[in-house]
């Protein structure tokens, strides 16, 4: 589940005006105590670093022909996609 930027502020900002723990300030919102100390240290969340390609049919076809017993992880090293 993703929290808005605005949710992760207020958060962040009532436990200092409050003076409360990372465990009671997750307890009064209701959210588990890692994403208050993920967003202690980085509020904005990472950019996606994933790369959306597609495969050619074709290309995998032939892939697979002639590595017919090759793992996944190997066919995707080929290909660039994991």
């Given at each position: 589940?993703?929290?808005?930027?605005?949710?992760?502020?207020?958060?962040?900002?009532?436990?200092?005006?409050?003076?409360?723990?990372?465990?009671?300030?997750?307890?009064?919102f209701?959210?588990?105590?890692?994403?208050?100390?993920?967003?202690?240290?980085?509020?904005?969340?990472?950019?996606?670093t994933?790369?959306?390609r597609?495969?050619?049919?074709?290309?995998?076809?032939?892939?697979?022909?002639?590595?017919?017993?090759?793992?996944?992880?190997?066919?995707?090293?080929?290909?660039?996609?994991?």
């Open positions: 589940m993703s929290y808005s930027i605005d949710f992760r502020r207020k958060v962040i900002f009532t436990m200092e005006e409050e003076g409360l723990s990372i465990r009671g300030t997750a307890k009064q209701r959210i588990g105590s890692a994403f208050v100390l993920r967003w202690i240290n980085q509020i904005e969340p990472k950019a996606s994933t790369r959306h597609k495969i050619d049919k074709s290309e995998l076809i032939k892939d697979v022909e002639q590595y017919p017993d090759a793992y996944q992880k190997e066919r995707a090293e080929r290909f660039g996609v994991c």
